[in-house]
């Protein structure tokens, strides 16, 4: 009985010399073809060169499966080679921040980490910002900050022009939760910065106000201060806000509410001469606690001014705490900013809508 034969393996056709030639001109329109974009459709590369679509089919597929060209997996699409990294790189992540004035050193840090946390993660950043967002051109004066509509009107510009380029977003706490709700599925995954976010699906790296408040409240009561005055920097602000309803809440639990006064303002000069002008009037040790780190600044040096011993019968502690305050040797909570745009940029890689807080490190400066 004869020995069955082994199936003969199949050679691939040769190319024919026609084929062959077409085959050079297609590579041609690969080799100068962007690649940063599709190559041009089998219908339009037969059009230019005078052949049925169906030979340039043949032949970009052939030049696929060598290796010279990348079919996209889902349209279908070809690109130059090169184009694959492009697709393989995580698209930008969009951190919709307000105007960086020239002392705004919270936002500094916030960006520094946000820097790290791409470059951990071989992120892109995609820095914008709206003028009309917060309009606080002079750190003397009282900033403007925009209402609902408008914020939602920005928000909506910006995604109309950008939102298909970003990656994920980051969103520091100006932004109100009614404009984020507007464009919640838009902003997916997304992240909000400093102050707590109740928006369904963000993601929010806070500070933990109720801890800071905590922490403030047993340190100027350690060192004897009988009288605590609440100081606005500025109306409008949410983290302002949520720290004063944390605050009264602190006083609250450890049942010194009748030595915590009602919020004095402090926004223009004006406001700031009158209460300097009441610390001087106490008879009684008070200290001022101001959750803006420029503002308390500006109460310090009126305090040195108006000839005020501070720290003595006088006091004074910021809720902020950036490098500025600590370098100008002020008590106060100071928040790792860095902390929490790294944090930020961790939580988008993850895409869950997590909530983390950040703890507060009481700082002791000259000025309590």
């Known amino acids: 009985m004869p020995t069955p034969r082994s199936p003969a393996k199949?050679?691939?056709?040769?190319?024919?010399?026609?084929?062959?030639?077409?085959?050079?001109?297609?590579?041609?329109?690969?080799?100068?073809?962007?690649?940063?974009?599709?190559?041009?459709?089998?219908?339009?590369?037969?059009?230019?060169?005078?052949?049925?679509?169906?030979?340039?089919?043949?032949?970009?597929?052939?030049?696929?499966?060598?290796?010279?060209?990348?079919?996209?997996?889902?349209?279908?699409?070809?690109?130059?080679?090169?184009?694959?990294?492009?697709?393989?790189?995580?698209?930008?992540?969009?951190c919709l921040l307000r105007r960086l004035e020239l002392a705004s050193e919270q936002y500094r840090e916030l960006l520094e980490g946000i820097s790290l946390g791409c470059g951990d993660r071989q992120r892109t950043m995609l820095l914008w910002h709206d003028d009309s967002l917060v309009n606080h051109p002079e750190t003397h004066e009282v900033p403007v900050f925009a209402g609902v509509a408008r914020q939602r009107a920005i928000l909506g510009e910006f995604l109309d022009r950008h939102g298909g380029a970003a990656g994920g977003f980051v969103l520091d706490h100006v932004w109100s939760d009614a404009a984020l709700r507007a464009y919640g599925e838009r902003l997916e995954p997304a992240v909000v910065l400093y102050r707590t976010c109740a928006v369904e699906g963000f993601a929010n790296i806070r500070a933990d106000f109720h801890a800071g408040a905590l922490k403030a409240l047993a340190h100027v009561l350690g060192r004897g201060y009988e009288r605590i005055i609440p100081v606005a920097p500025f109306a409008g602000d949410p983290a302002v806000a949520e720290f004063f309803a944390e605050l009264t809440a602190a006083a609250d639990e450890t049942t010194c509410r009748e030595r915590l006064q009602p919020v004095a303002p402090a926004s223009t000069d004006a406001e700031r001469a009158t209460l300097?002008?009441?610390?001087?009037?106490?008879?009684?040790?008070?200290?001022?606690?101001?959750?803006?780190?420029?503002?308390?600044?500006?109460?310090?040096?009126?305090?040195?001014?108006?000839?005020?011993?501070?720290?003595?019968?006088?006091?004074?502690?910021?809720?902020?705490?950036?490098?500025?305050?600590?370098?100008?040797?002020?008590?106060?909570?100071?928040?790792?900013?860095?902390?929490?745009?790294?944090?930020?940029?961790?939580?988008?890689?993850?895409?869950?809508?997590?909530?983390?807080?950040?703890?507060?490190?009481?700082?002791?400066?000259?000025?309590?």
């Open 276 to 368: 300097i002008e009441r610390l001087r009037r106490e008879k009684v040790r008070t200290v001022l606690i101001c959750p803006e780190d420029n503002v308390s600044l500006f109460l310090a040096k009126a305090m040195c001014e108006a000839g005020l011993e501070c720290p003595g019968r006088a006091g004074l502690l910021s809720a902020m705490g950036t490098d500025f305050a600590t370098k100008a040797g002020l008590t106060c909570l100071r928040y790792d900013f860095r902390a929490m745009g790294r944090l930020a940029i961790e939580t988008l890689a993850g895409n869950d809508a997590v909530s983390r807080a950040v703890d507060p490190q009481l700082f002791v400066g000259e000025t309590t």
């Open 10 to 94: 199949r050679r691939p056709a040769p190319v024919a010399p026609g084929d062959a030639n077409l085959e050079a001109r297609v590579r041609h329109v690969v080799s100068t073809a962007p690649v940063d974009r599709s190559l041009p459709t089998t219908r339009e590369i037969g059009k230019r060169l005078g052949v049925a679509n169906t030979s340039v089919y043949r032949i970009l597929q052939r030049f696929a499966e060598r290796g010279e060209i990348w079919q996209h997996p889902t349209s279908g699409r070809y690109f130059p080679t090169a184009a694959r990294a492009l697709f393989d790189r995580p698209k930008p992540v969009a």
